[in-house]
């Protein structure tokens, strides 16, 4: 989940909203000094072990024997989900036992994705049915696609949005009151935690809301606890489908605050099966200009990066931005959440 999800939601206080082909792949340059991507679809590709640019063939070989393959995202944006469908097609080329793992669906929706995958329902209807994301068909489909295509299995990964929601607003104390089964399909320890991803959290915060008074700060580690929720949720989710599944390679698509520098979900995979092999890729955006932090500064966001470009600022008036957010979150469903 990107972090301007994540602070949008501060914002909210009381709501939680949290993560070869096309792609320009140009000849590896010195990372100090790579190629820019050519378009808001282009992506160039760094080994932040070697510290310089890599083809997207390269990628694939490095990647072949990894247990467990997670590509971070800027949800919606075009050069992530080409990037995405690419190391997919070059992945399953190496090894066709793969499992596809999203946070894009809930686990309480994955009767809908396996109907669709079944050909029991159409597109719409898993759409509909699976409460996909708005950008599912432009984004995703072409990934669901392939799996559905070739018989490959694709986990609904994240943590039920209403849960998710109320833990944000009431607190871990929340998930008391669910019934047993909602329960039992959440991880046994939903709540871990890694120091690191804490202060990381609370770094973003406080960029953006300063340190703020006792209330804002329960209301802070509220989010917090939420966003953890969706961690623990997509770790167990990636372990079962090792169990359910063995010898098949994971791809997990997830959002960059879920996986850079190694935390969120990719901190809990490590601390539960240190044994697996996971390799993490995560986007870049390509500098403005020459005062903006050298790549250099940015190798440990990931083993692998991906340069693209930023998009587009949605607003530069603040009072539309402000007006435009306040009428998103107004949109939410309306969810009672209550502790007992």
Not at 134 to 149: C, F, I, K, M, T
Not at 175 to 187: K, T, V
Not at 222 to 250: C, S, V, W
Not at 294 to 319: C, M, Q, S, T, V
Request: glycine share 4%.
């Amino acid at each position: 989940m990107p972090l301007n999800r994540i602070l949008c939601t501060a914002a909210a206080a009381t709501a939680l909203a949290f993560s070869a082909g096309c792609t320009t792949l140009h000849s590896p340059p010195e990372a100090a000094n790579p190629t820019a991507p050519a378009s808001l679809y282009d992506s160039t590709l760094i080994a932040s072990h070697a510290a310089q640019a890599i083809t997207l063939a390269q990628l694939g070989q490095e990647l072949a024997d990894a247990d467990v393959v997670i590509i971070g995202e800027y949800h919606g944006h075009q050069a992530s989900h080409l990037l995405q469908s690419r190391v997919q097609q070059q992945l399953h080329s190496r090894n066709p036992r793969q499992v596809l793992t999203l946070e894009q669906f809930n686990l309480d929706h994955q009767a809908a994705l396996d109907a669709y995958l079944a050909g029991e329902s159409g597109e719409q209807e898993l759409i509909e049915d699976a409460n996909a994301w708005d950008n599912y068909q432009a984004s995703y489909r072409p990934l669901v696609e392939l799996a559905r295509d070739h018989g490959l299995p694709v986990i609904a990964a994240n943590a039920p949005a209403d849960t998710v929601r109320c833990v944000g607003q009431v607190g871990p104390a929340y998930l008391a009151q669910l019934p047993e089964a909602e329960r039992q399909a959440l991880p046994a320890e939903p709540f871990l935690d890694t120091p690191a991803y804490r202060e990381k959290f609370n770094n973003a915060i406080s960029r953006s809301h300063g340190q703020g008074d006792p209330g804002t700060a329960e209301r802070m580690e509220k989010i917090y606890q939420a966003q953890l929720l969706r961690d623990n949720t997509m770790a167990t989710q990636i372990l079962n489908a090792r169990e359910r599944f063995p010898g098949h390679q994971i791809l997990h698509l997830t959002g960059n605050f879920h996986s850079e520098q190694g935390l969120g979900t990719v901190a809990l995979l490590k601390q539960r099966a240190p044994e697996l092999s996971i390799q993490v890729l995560s986007p870049v955006f390509w500098p403005r200009a020459q005062t903006e932090a050298p790549l250099a500064d940015n190798l440990d966001k990931g083993d692998y990066l991906y340069l693209i470009r930023p998009l587009p600022p949605e607003y530069r008036n603040e009072d539309r931005q402000r007006k435009a957010m306040q009428e998103r979150f107004s949109k939410r469903p309306d969810v009672r959440c209550e502790a007992n």
